[in-house]
């Protein structure tokens, strides 16, 4: 079975990501004040399988680790809104970007950074996540595997985590 597939099936997707330590700090400041505020990403990868979630379940629970600061989810978030290739000629692709935090807002899609966004995403209800936990305790949608302890790319489709039972999926 697919990945996407996978994803329409399953209810309890999550989706899981780096970002700048910075990036989420003031996001979670943000959502301290203003839970509700939208807060637009970018990503060079392309989130078909998280904008299928999306569509299929509705808002989902992101994880983010801080790049190339370990293997820890510091940070969580709602992921209310995916584009996929957006386009700088495109309404949608520039209300969302209107979105963006202060110290993103002149990045654009990047195409001065030689690297191309696949994908915006905006978030809102960021807040850092106590305790923080390891990404291993992430389980895989695609292959009902751990997140390996060596996890690099920026994005994977997860179960969501369940702080009681400290597993994903939940096992309450």
């Not at 989706?15 to 637009?40: F, M, V």
């Not at 629970?61 to 190339?68: D, E």
Request: aromatic share 8%.
């Amino acid at each position: 079975m697919s990945l996407q597939a996978k994803v329409k099936k399953t209810p309890d997707v999550a989706i899981l990501c780096q970002n700048h330590r910075i990036y989420l700090e003031h996001a979670a400041k943000i959502g301290a004040q203003s839970p509700q505020q939208r807060i637009t990403f970018r990503t060079s990868a392309l989130w078909k399988s998280g904008k299928v979630g999306l569509e299929t379940h509705g808002p989902l629970r992101i994880y983010f680790t801080p790049s190339t600061e370990g293997d820890i989810v510091a940070y969580e978030a709602i992921v209310e809104d995916i584009l996929l290739e957006p386009r700088s000629d495109d309404p949608a692709t520039q209300k969302l970007l209107e979105h963006c935090l202060p110290e993103t807002s002149d990045q654009g899609l990047w195409e001065a950074y030689d690297e191309q966004v696949r994908t915006l995403y905006v978030i809102s209800h960021c807040e850092w996540v106590e305790p923080p936990f390891s990404y291993t305790a992430l389980t895989k949608l695609s292959d009902g595997a751990p997140v390996n302890e060596n996890y690099t790319t920026g994005y994977a489709i997860v179960h969501e985590y369940c702080p009681r039972c400290q597993s994903s999926p939940c096992r309450c």
